[in-house]
């Protein structure tokens, strides 16, 4: 009788070629489901979020360790004559979690006196000592305009976990959508406490923040936010407003109001000294 042979593939040819094209397949799919099932979650809870519209909470700080006893010196001017505005020279200061209005009419000094403040600009005479502070100028020049706040937070942040950073974001009302976008397409109130944030998470951490005319480019809304997130500031707090109703929902301390004889201190409430 003739021999019959027949041929057939080895296992391990069968195994060589199909086994890893099927589990590369395996691999790809469970990779673009669980891609689908998050993008799918950040869109829930980013839906949620813009609908509770932040019913929970006001916008606020995190916790930070910024306490200043009574009796330490917040601000101290010894002789001051910034470069523009009065010529008297101004000796003054400030203890404490003071909160300090710098008021008078368009062009009299008052961004310049901050930015003397801030260290920004030198004085003419005299010097200025304070706590580590951060300004924030009416332009919000710190925040990039081209990149997400998450990014820049986590630049600025270094060291801090994303989900701790997008906890503190929450905390200021911006939701997990917003902070992914570029800071140009945030609104004028969102921008606004983007940058606080930014301003107070550097390191020292900011105890004096100093704010120049913070109101400007906001609606009610944004105003109101920016309101209850100062009104968690622990720190002191200077600021250059023409804005009367802020200015008196701002649990103010003190006031540096220009006089055509100088600037003139006094408490909030209290005639000028």
């Keep these: 009788m003739p021999r019959i042979v ?6 391990t040819e069968i195994g060589s070629n199909a ?32 609908a509770l519209g932040g019913a929970l909470q006001a ?26 505005g009065p010529h008297e020279a ?15 009419p368009n062009g009299c000094g008052k961004s310049t006196l901050l930015r003397t403040v801030a260290g920004d600009i030198a004085p003419l005479s005299g010097t200025v000592r ?6 924030l100028d009416q332009q919000l020049g710190m925040l990039d ?14 060291g801090t976990a994303q989900g701790r950073l997008r906890q503190v974001l929450a905390l200021a009302g911006l939701g997990p959508t917003r902070i992914l976008r570029p800071a140009r397409e945030l609104s004028g109130g969102e921008r606004m ?17 100093l704010l120049d005319e913070p109101t400007n480019h906001l609606d009610l809304a ?30 103010l301390t003190h006031r540096l109001d220009w006089s055509a004889h100088g600037w003139m201190a006094s408490r909030a409430g209290a005639a000028p000294e």
Excluded: K, Y
Aim: with cysteine; glycine share 8%.
């Design 222 to 251: 944004g105003i109101e936010a920016l309101e209850a997130m100062l009104a968690s500031w622990t720190g002191a707090l200077m600021v250059v407003s023409h804005d009367a109703r802020f200015l008196e929902r701002l649990d």
């Design 59 to 84: 916008p606020g700080f995190p916790r930070l360790d910024i306490a200043i006893p009574d009796g330490q010196a917040a601000l101290v001017l010894d002789g001051l004559v910034a470069r523009f």
């Design 193 to 209: 406490r983007a940058a606080l944030l930014l301003g107070v998470l550097q390191t020292p951490t900011p105890r004096l923040l």
């Design 6 to 11: 027949i041929n057939f593939p080895l296992p």
């Design 130 to 135: 304070r706590l580590p502070c951060v300004l």
């Design 145 to 158: 305009a081209c990149t997400g706040v998450l990014d820049q937070l986590r630049a600025a942040a270094t």
């Design 90 to 104: 101004l000796d003054w200061r400030a203890n404490g979690a003071a909160r300090i209005a710098i008021c008078g």
């Design 19 to 50: 086994l890893p094209q099927r589990a590369q397949q395996t691999d790809g799919a469970r990779a673009e489901r669980n891609a689908r099932r998050r993008l799918d979650l950040e869109e829930a809870v980013g839906a949620a979020f813009d």
